[in-house]
């Protein structure tokens, strides 16, 4: 319990957090402000402030960023100072290699996840709930297929808002372990950060298609606009393969370092 404190007091936990609030603050501050001389009538509700930034907004450039910066730049300070040897002596590779790997899913997840959920507070402390029976400024043209149709009538759209913070924080925990993986095996700050944002966006943009001819997930799937049931199941499924996949090559590195230092 002791780690989780020292992990959630860090300096590289709350920077990660605030460069992922205000860039959720971003487009919905500016869109708020400007809505003020419209009227009641015309102003946004808080739901589509609080989506606007997810579905339109910047987010996805720093997203990957922020989840590394979370937890697993912390390690290569581990790595540098020594620390984690002396870790190493008191147990074993395997079990530091799953605390960490389990600190570092949690601690970056609930960093994306709980800015996303701050933000929405915020937005409902300054603007009205969802309530597109009364406003029609209030409609969010959502396809009659995706999941969050049925859930706009529901609690304002609460229901929305909780699977967006949850979708994150899972999306945020499996591309961290990624920043896991690089830091065990090049221990530098900027590489953690780096080499993993430079995949997602390769990964998540047209570049596999045109070479390869096959279409990959996107990343932000398991939270976008346009989710459906086979949606979150292709979505999960491609998740947990590439956790799979950053764990396998965590676990390499950790042996391997172990090894020869």
Request: neutral net charge.
């Amino acid at each position: 319990m002791k780690r989780f404190y020292h992990a959630f007091t860090s300096s590289e936990f709350w920077i990660a957090f605030g460069i992922m609030f205000l860039s959720l603050l971003g487009l919905s501050m500016p869109e708020w402000v400007a809505s003020r001389d419209w009227g009641v009538i015309g102003q946004p509700s808080a739901l589509q402030l609080s989506l606007m930034p997810i579905f339109f907004g910047g987010v996805s450039l720093l997203f990957p960023f922020c989840v590394c910066t979370a937890f697993a730049s912390t390690q290569v300070d581990e790595i540098r100072s020594g620390f984690w040897e002396l870790r190493l002596i008191r147990s074993n590779t395997m079990r530091y290699a799953m605390q960490q790997l389990t600190m570092n899913f949690i601690v970056s997840g609930l960093c994306v996840g709980s800015a996303f959920l701050a933000h929405a507070a915020l937005c409902h402390l300054i603007a009205l709930p969802s309530m597109p029976e009364i406003y029609g400024s209030h409609e969010i043209p959502f396809s009659e297929e995706c999941i969050y149709y049925s859930w706009l009538s529901c609690l304002h759209g609460l229901p929305i808002i909780l699977w967006v913070g949850f979708a994150m924080a899972i999306t945020g925990g499996v591309w961290s372990t990624f920043g896991l993986a690089v830091s065990i095996w090049i221990p530098d700050k900027w590489m953690t950060v780096s080499l993993p944002t430079f995949v997602y966006f390769v990964l998540n943009s047209r570049t596999m298609y045109l070479l390869t001819g096959v279409r990959i997930p996107y990343a932000a799937d398991l939270y976008n606009d346009a989710l459906t049931i086979p949606i979150v199941i292709q979505s999960l499924a491609y998740d947990a393969l590439l956790l799979l996949v950053f764990t396998l090559i965590y676990m390499i590195g950790v042996k391997w370092r172990a090894i020869h230092g």
